[in-house]
């Protein structure tokens, strides 16, 4: 038999709202996958989607192609640069059918940015970075248009599809139709569960007892998604695939507090350098993978997808990349290649974070919400409860503070900051990030560019403008 590898990919994904960190969460599907797998403690994305996504498909650290301030805007004139490899592209190589179902991000301006010339042969998704659940439209400024595609075609007919069901429905059709003399490649980056808050009202009743508006929705969101993931592992289980699957579970980002999403006990929130940011929610499960039922510890970057999954594939990858390849990690249980890794390099915030062993050092603004947020569970006479974790005491930094040194072993959640305690520590380190802001490319953000508006392409998010 071939080997299938599927990926899914959930936006803005919490630490706190899978059911393997948070018992309060109802994620049956994905939680028995993470237990029958290996669990990734210390998976690292980038603060927001489109560097993570750019890291994932390329293997390169964002600031070293210009992708690591904000993300792609959907009037904005640029994608990831087109003389970098995709991750599809390599294993079309190795022979695999590649799809993609989801969310792109990645950039779609000209034809050449998007999922087809980058080493997909098929796409059912959008292009930008959020919209509607059902009606599938973004609203940008004045600009108003319908963001989804089949391959290169405009798609009118999925109008009332919320798209968690759309995108598992495809990705199941996807499986029942692939010819399993050849390995498959799905890369299944769904729209959950990213802002608007949407999501079927027998999903958020599974949540009645949490009072939180917001918070209730988006863990209904979560459900809908799992119970997604269950489809599609069902399909792989009526084809006779599932035990020759290599699934790979991540966020591409921390979760986003404002819109129900909690990282507790992390510090933080998405679009920041601080834990709550950066630190995933991350798995693989099945064919080939080592010592099932374990959690590691490893440092795991998003740039290490890209040679992990070609090495998964008995391929190899150009030495030029940032990534490193994990697979005698999970697969045989060796120590992990990764000793080191790079947070973000962001010329335009002025800040930039780096992790060494155990040390994590930030130098310029972390970005905000900076606190711990607990997380709006149930709530008793106005006065909030915390059931899973009980209280603790937030040890806050000073005001006005530009450097920051964490012992992550020894203190995960970034209450205590070490920079005055230790600072020949804190010179090295900074030596050490000098010498990676050397390799760092200014970041490719230009203004909106209104060719771009949907009333040019009879009312659809389209490409062909830049």
Same mark, same amino acid.
């Given at each position: 038999?071939?080997?299938?590898?599927?990926?899914?990919?959930?936006?803005?994904?919490?630490?706190?709202?899978?059911?393997?960190?948070?018992?309060?969460?109802?994620?049956?599907?994905?939680?028995?996958?993470?237990?029958?797998?290996?669990?990734?403690?210390?998976?690292?994305?980038?603060?927001?989607?489109?560097?993570?996504?750019?890291?994932?498909?390329?293997?390169?650290?964002?600031?070293?192609?210009?992708?690591?301030?904000?993300?792609?805007?959907?009037?904005?004139?640029?994608?990831?640069?087109?003389?970098?490899?995709?991750?599809?592209?390599?294993?079309?190589?190795?022979?695999?059918?590649?799809?993609?179902?989801?969310?792109?991000?990645?950039?779609?301006?000209?034809?050449?940015?998007?999922?087809?010339? =980058? *080493?997909?042969?098929?796409? /059912?998704?959008?292009?930008?970075?959020?919209?509607?659940?059902?009606? #599938?439209?973004?609203? +940008? &400024?004045?600009?108003?248009?319908?963001?989804?595609?089949?391959?290169?075609?405009?798609?009118?007919?999925?109008?009332?599809?919320?798209?968690?069901?759309?995108?598992?429905?495809?990705?199941?059709?996807?499986?029942?139709?692939?010819?399993?003399?050849?390995?498959?490649?799905?890369?299944?980056?769904?729209?959950?569960?990213?802002?608007?808050?949407?999501?079927?009202?027998?999903?958020?009743?599974?949540?009645?007892?949490?009072?939180?508006?917001?918070?209730?929705?988006?863990?209904?969101?979560?459900?809908?998604?799992?119970?997604?993931?269950?489809?599609?592992?069902?399909?792989?289980?009526?084809?006779?695939?599932?035990?020759?699957?290599?699934?790979?579970?991540?966020?591409?980002?921390?979760?986003?507090?404002?819109?129900?999403?909690?990282?507790?006990?992390? =510090? *933080?929130?998405?679009?920041? /350098?601080?834990?709550?940011?950066?630190?995933?929610?991350?798995?693989? #499960?099945?064919?080939? +993978? &080592?010592?099932?039922?374990?959690?590691?510890?490893?440092?795991?970057?998003?740039?290490?997808?890209?040679?992990?999954?070609?090495?998964?594939?008995?391929?190899?990858?150009?030495?030029?990349?940032?990534?490193?390849?994990?697979?005698?990690?999970?697969?045989?249980?060796?120590?992990?290649?990764?000793?080191?890794?790079?947070?973000?390099?962001?010329?335009?915030?002025?800040?930039?974070?780096?992790?060494?062993?155990?040390?994590?050092?930030?130098?310029?603004?972390?970005?905000?919400?900076?606190?711990?947020?607990?997380?709006?569970?149930?709530?008793?006479?106005?006065?909030?409860?915390?059931?899973?974790?009980?209280?603790?005491?937030?040890?806050?930094?000073?005001?006005?503070?530009?450097?920051?040194?964490?012992?992550?072993?020894?203190?995960?959640?970034?209450?205590?900051?070490?920079?005055?305690?230790?600072?020949?520590?804190?010179?090295?380190?900074?030596?050490?990030?000098?010498?990676?802001?050397?390799?760092?490319?200014?970041?490719?953000?230009?203004?909106?560019?209104?060719?771009?508006?949907?009333?040019?392409?009879?009312?659809?998010?389209?490409?062909?403008?830049?």
């Amino acid at each position: 038999m071939t080997r299938e590898e599927g990926v899914h990919r959930i936006s803005d994904s919490s630490w706190n709202d899978v059911g393997w960190n948070n018992p309060e969460m109802i994620t049956p599907n994905l939680d028995k996958l993470a237990h029958g797998g290996v669990i990734l403690n210390h998976s690292y994305v980038q603060p927001v989607c489109s560097p993570s996504r750019t890291a994932f498909m390329t293997g390169y650290y964002p600031f070293r192609v210009g992708l690591q301030h904000s993300v792609i805007w959907p009037l904005q004139p640029h994608g990831v640069q087109l003389n970098k490899t995709f991750l599809p592209q390599e294993l079309k190589r190795l022979g695999y059918a590649t799809h993609v179902v989801g969310k792109w991000h990645l950039g779609f301006c000209k034809w050449a940015y998007t999922p087809l010339e =980058r *080493g997909f042969d098929s796409f /059912l998704g959008y292009y930008t970075g959020s919209e509607d659940y059902y009606t #599938h439209e973004r609203t +940008v &400024g004045k600009c108003h248009g319908i963001d989804l595609r089949f391959n290169n075609s405009s798609l009118k007919t999925e109008n009332s599809t919320y798209s968690t069901h759309l995108f598992a429905r495809r990705a199941v059709d996807v499986i029942n139709e692939h010819d399993t003399s050849r390995p498959l490649f799905m890369y299944l980056p769904f729209q959950a569960v990213h802002s608007p808050l949407q999501v079927p009202a027998k999903y958020s009743r599974m949540y009645e007892h949490i009072r939180d508006h917001q918070r209730r929705k988006y863990c209904g969101m979560v459900s809908a998604l799992d119970e997604a993931v269950g489809n599609v592992t069902a399909a792989l289980k009526r084809r006779g695939q599932l035990e020759n699957t290599l699934i790979v579970f991540t966020t591409d980002n921390g979760g986003q507090t404002k819109s129900g999403g909690n990282n507790y006990p992390l =510090r *933080g929130n998405k679009a920041t /350098l601080w834990e709550g940011g950066t630190r995933g929610v991350s798995f693989v #499960h099945g064919a080939g +993978v &080592g010592n099932p039922g374990s959690v590691r510890s490893d440092l795991f970057h998003a740039v290490d997808w890209f040679p992990t999954i070609v090495a998964a594939a008995q391929g190899k990858t150009s030495s030029a990349i940032d990534g490193l390849s994990h697979w005698a990690s999970l697969s045989k249980g060796k120590p992990g290649p990764r000793h080191e890794f790079v947070y973000n390099i962001d010329q335009i915030k002025g800040n930039s974070a780096i992790r060494l062993g155990q040390y994590k050092l930030i130098e310029g603004p972390p970005g905000e919400p900076s606190g711990w947020i607990f997380p709006p569970t149930s709530w008793s006479g106005g006065k909030h409860i915390d059931r899973l974790w009980g209280s603790e005491s937030a040890i806050m930094d000073r005001q006005n503070v530009s450097v920051y040194l964490f012992n992550l072993e020894f203190d995960p959640n970034e209450h205590y900051n070490l920079a005055d305690v230790y600072p020949e520590l804190v010179a090295s380190l900074s030596q050490r990030l000098a010498e990676y802001h050397k390799q760092a490319v200014w970041p490719d953000f230009p203004p909106d560019d209104s060719r771009g508006d949907p009333a040019h392409f009879k009312g659809f998010w389209s490409p062909g403008w830049c």
